[in-house]
Structure formats: structure tokens, C-alpha cells
């Protein structure tokens, strides 16, 4: 039997989610299908807490809309946008890319380091929210952006290694690459860094096809469980029915 997994984007840059969607397929096991999906509405990019908060809508949204059929989810955005959330929406399993790509990373060593973008405290109140703040051991940031990972790979993938090299050498025993715009970049530096680089998108699809294997039921009690059908946005739409339970 097919297992299928919907890699959803959480802004709404559809060349993101093709990235995303390649990586997941080159990570994924044979009969695993990957399904991709961008959201109808919300921001282009995310990179600022307004930003991060309009897409939790939009990310909500998409997953009402695209996950049936599926057997579990993956959020193709490193902020794990509104993951708790889809978490208790969803009726099939729920996974963010940076918070698999930790779990990952400290069964690698010690301490981790993460390597993107922008908006660095971002990322340590997120990596602090798993509980995992005394394992990360840095943060590095690259000069460049996500478009420029799109119109220049090479170059932006020369910045992330030397970036990467850094984190090791200030005690990072494996180190994350943070960002959508990332996804897949891990293959074409992977020999310039002296220790392992986890792709969150990668890690991610496999940790999620480890748990439909499991076949571990949803919570049916506690903060997790579906919704009682007493909250509503107001809308037509999946995400609706979804609320009502």
C-alpha cells in the first residue's frame, strides 16, 4: 500500500514548495508518495513574527484542505508555523521540519548548531520551546536570502558550508540546515563539512513514515484531542469543519 505524505508550504511562494517537494521525494522511501501544497493565502516569505502569525492561518487552511487521503503531514517551514495547532486539528500525524531536524541532530552528538538566513532569535525561542535550548550550541547566519539560495545555489551553498565549518569548530557535533529555502542543499556540501548536516525537510519525511508505521492513535483527551466543535472562524471552508469537529 501507498503511503502518502502532504509536504505543505507555509507561505505562499510556490517555488519554495517545489523545493521543499523535491527534497521530500529524494528522502522519502520507495512507496511513498509525496503530495505538495501551498497555501491560497498569507505571506510570500515569512521572515518576522507578524509575518509568522498571518501564516498560521494559511498553513491551517491548507492542511484542511489537502489532507485527506494522506497518512501524515509535514510543514515545509523551519519556524514550524502553527504546528501545535495542526497537531490538534489533523486526524493523521503532524511533523515540523526544524523540530524533527533537532530530534535528529541530538541523536547525532552532543550539542547542535543551526545554520540559515535571518531572524536567529526566532529560531532559538522555537529550538528553546522543544526543550532543547542547552543542546543547540549556535546559530549562524549566511549573507544572503532565500531567493538568493533559488538564483545563485552555488554560491549561497558555498556561504552555508563555511557557516556550517564555523559551527563545528565552536563545538557543533552535527549541524541544522534552517530554512525552506535549504531543503535538499545538504547533498551538495555535504563533503565540505566536517560533521553530519540534517535537512529538515528530509528528516522530517522519514521520522513521519516511522510513525504511520507505528500506527500510534491520536490523543483523545488533553489539549491534543480533535477540537468539541465549539470554536468557528467563520468560513466555509475545510478548516471550518475541521474546527466543529
Given at each position: 500500500?501507498?503511503?502518502?505524505?502532504?509536504?505543505?508550504?507555509?507561505?505562499?511562494?510556490?517555488?519554495?514548495?517545489e523545493?521543499?517537494?523535491?527534497?521530500?521525494?529524494?528522502?522519502?522511501?520507495?512507496?511513498?508518495?509525496?503530495?505538495?501544497?501551498?497555501?491560497?493565502?498569507?505571506?510570500?516569505?515569512?521572515?518576522?513574527?507578524?509575518?509568522?502569525?498571518?501564516a498560521?492561518?494559511?498553513?491551517?487552511?491548507?492542511?484542511?484542505?489537502?489532507?485527506?487521503?494522506?497518512?501524515?503531514?509535514?510543514?515545509?517551514?523551519?519556524?514550524?508555523?502553527?504546528?501545535?495547532?495542526?497537531?490538534?486539528?489533523?486526524?493523521?500525524?503532524?511533523?515540523?521540519?526544524?523540530?524533527?531536524a533537532?530530534?535528529?541532530?541530538?541523536?547525532?552528538?552532543?550539542?547542535?548548531?543551526?545554520?540559515?538566513?535571518?531572524?536567529?532569535?526566532?529560531?532559538?525561542e522555537?529550538?528553546?520551546?522543544?526543550?532543547?535550548?542547552?543542546?543547540?550550541?549556535?546559530?549562524?547566519?549566511?549573507?544572503?536570502?532565500?531567493?538568493?539560495?533559488?538564483?545563485?545555489?552555488?554560491?549561497?551553498?558555498?556561504?552555508v558550508?563555511?557557516?556550517?565549518?564555523?559551527?563545528?569548530?565552536?563545538?557543533a557535533?552535527?549541524?541544522i540546515?534552517?530554512?525552506?529555502?535549504?531543503?535538499?542543499?545538504?547533498?551538495?556540501?555535504?563533503?565540505?563539512?566536517?560533521?553530519?548536516?540534517?535537512d529538515?525537510?528530509?528528516?522530517?519525511?522519514?521520522?513521519?513514515?516511522?510513525?504511520?508505521?507505528?500506527?500510534?492513535?491520536?490523543?483523545?483527551?488533553?489539549?491534543?484531542?480533535?477540537?468539541?466543535?465549539?470554536?468557528?472562524?467563520?468560513?466555509?471552508?475545510?478548516?471550518e469543519?475541521?474546527?466543529?469537529?
Open positions: 500500500m501507498t503511503l502518502r505524505i502532504l509536504v505543505a508550504n507555509a507561505n505562499t511562494t510556490v517555488a519554495v514548495t523545493n521543499c517537494a523535491a527534497a521530500a521525494r529524494a528522502a522519502a522511501s520507495p512507496g511513498t508518495e509525496i503530495v505538495a501544497a501551498t497555501p491560497r493565502f498569507g505571506p510570500a516569505i515569512i521572515s518576522s513574527r507578524a509575518e509568522n502569525a498571518i498560521a492561518h494559511g498553513i491551517l487552511d491548507c492542511l484542511a484542505q489537502h489532507h485527506a487521503g494522506c497518512d501524515a503531514a509535514v510543514l515545509a517551514v523551519s519556524y514550524d508555523t502553527a504546528l501545535a495547532a495542526a497537531r490538534q486539528l489533523l486526524p493523521i500525524p503532524v511533523l515540523g521540519m526544524t523540530e524533527a533537532c530530534l535528529t541532530a541530538c541523536m547525532l552528538g552532543g550539542r547542535f548548531g543551526l545554520v540559515t538566513f535571518s531572524s536567529a532569535e526566532l529560531y532559538r522555537l529550538i528553546a520551546s522543544y526543550g532543547l535550548a542547552s543542546r543547540l550550541s549556535g546559530i549562524g547566519l549566511v549573507a544572503a536570502s532565500p531567493s538568493d539560495a533559488a538564483s545563485d545555489p552555488a554560491g549561497v551553498a558555498a556561504k558550508a563555511e557557516t556550517a565549518r564555523a559551527l563545528a569548530r565552536d563545538g557535533d552535527a549541524v540546515l534552517g530554512g525552506a529555502a535549504l531543503a535538499g542543499m545538504g547533498g551538495r556540501i555535504r563533503a565540505d563539512v566536517p560533521v553530519p548536516l540534517v529538515g525537510i528530509a528528516a522530517a519525511v522519514r521520522l513521519a513514515e516511522t510513525l504511520v508505521a507505528l500506527g500510534l492513535k491520536k490523543p483523545a483527551v488533553g489539549s491534543f484531542a480533535a477540537p468539541t466543535g465549539r470554536a468557528s472562524v467563520g468560513l466555509a471552508s475545510p478548516l469543519t475541521l474546527l466543529r469537529g
